[in-house]
């Protein structure tokens, strides 16, 4: 069982509603990363921006950028996941892949759509939360605005490592450090967090700050521009941390209903 994860964070500009354009860009920023790089993790509705016009988005897109996906995990031995614009029995999600680097593919649905943006009146929201086993590690992916609720996010399952991929705007950015910093503390995880950057099709800005947060809520891994980040995760750190400080163990016990 592996005891570290090498992973690399894409925090890039989007081309509006155009997956074309933002798989051959991702294409040539991915070709870059080096070939020990594990998991490689890119922001929410990374092939269009954060649309509330999904009707704009040829269907059939979504089965290209899944193959996408395969074909990049493949190449690079390398699980890759995010979040797209997915269609089914005419109904839309924002649905998150996990792709394996075998072509595996795992799948989460946005739980908790963004009512101030409409959201929740576009896409269906999901029902169910995805634990990911990758490489020794439990890893739990969800998507921005499941940040703020952290009953979602509460580790009864013992998971390692919390994603969030986001669009998350920079006039709150205050309010992503924070909040993902809470979360790895109260969860004793690994919180990343990989969030866009620049001007979307609205106007709205986007200043990045993606992050990984360790089980003491220290930033390890951090920017603000146009970059991929890199990171490595490790087991013993999350082991050690837990066995010590024992924090899970007095958590409050109530299900979900």
């Known amino acids: 069982m592996a005891s570290e994860l090498k992973i690399a964070l894409i925090q890039s500009q989007l081309h509006?509603?155009?997956?074309?354009?933002?798989?051959?860009?991702?294409?040539k920023k991915i070709a870059t990363i080096p070939k020990d790089t594990e998991l490689i993790v890119l922001p929410e509705m990374f092939t269009t921006g954060f649309t509330m016009n999904p009707q704009n988005i040829d269907s059939a897109e979504a089965a290209k950028t899944i193959a996408w996906m395969q074909q990049i995990?493949?190449?690079?031995?390398?699980?890759?996941t995010g979040s797209i614009v997915f269609t089914e029995k005419d109904k839309y999600f924002n649905?998150?892949?996990?792709?394996?680097?075998?072509?595996?593919?795992?799948?989460?649905?946005?739980?908790?759509?963004?009512?101030?943006?409409?959201?929740?009146k576009v896409y269906e929201a999901g029902i169910t939360k995805l634990l990911v086993s990758y490489k020794g590690f439990k890893?739990?992916?969800m998507i921005c605005y499941d940040l703020r609720f952290p009953v979602w996010?509460?580790?009864?399952?013992?998971?390692?490592?919390?994603?969030?991929?986001?669009?998350?705007?920079?006039?709150?950015?205050?309010?992503?450090?924070?909040?993902?910093k809470?979360?790895?503390?109260?969860?004793?995880?690994?919180c990343i967090g990989v969030n866009r950057i620049g001007?979307?099709?609205?106007?709205?800005?986007?200043?990045?700050?993606?992050?990984?947060y360790d089980v003491l809520g220290h930033r390890t891994a951090y920017s603000e521009k146009e970059e991929i980040i890199y990171a490595i995760l490790d087991k013993k750190h999350i082991k050690?941390?837990?066995?010590?400080?024992?924090?899970?163990?007095?958590?409050?016990?109530?299900?979900?209903?």
Request: glycine share 4%.
């Open 182 to 190: 809470a979360r790895a503390i109260e969860n004793m995880s690994y």
């Open 139 to 141: 890893i739990q992916p």
């Open 16 to 27: 509006w509603e155009n997956p074309v354009a933002n798989r051959a860009m991702f294409s």
């Open 199 to 212: 001007l979307d099709g609205l106007g709205h800005e986007y200043s990045g700050y993606s992050a990984v």
């Open 95 to 120: 649905r998150l892949f996990f792709c394996f680097p075998d072509g595996k593919l795992e799948a989460y649905d946005k739980k908790h759509t963004f009512t101030l943006a409409g959201e929740d």
């Open 73 to 80: 995990a493949q190449e690079k031995s390398a699980a890759i």
């Open 153 to 180: 996010a509460r580790n009864t399952e013992d998971y390692d490592v919390l994603i969030y991929v986001a669009n998350w705007p920079k006039p709150r950015i205050d309010a992503w450090d924070t909040l993902l």
């Open 240 to 257: 050690s941390m837990r066995e010590k400080l024992r924090f899970l163990e007095d958590r409050d016990d109530f299900n979900l209903v």
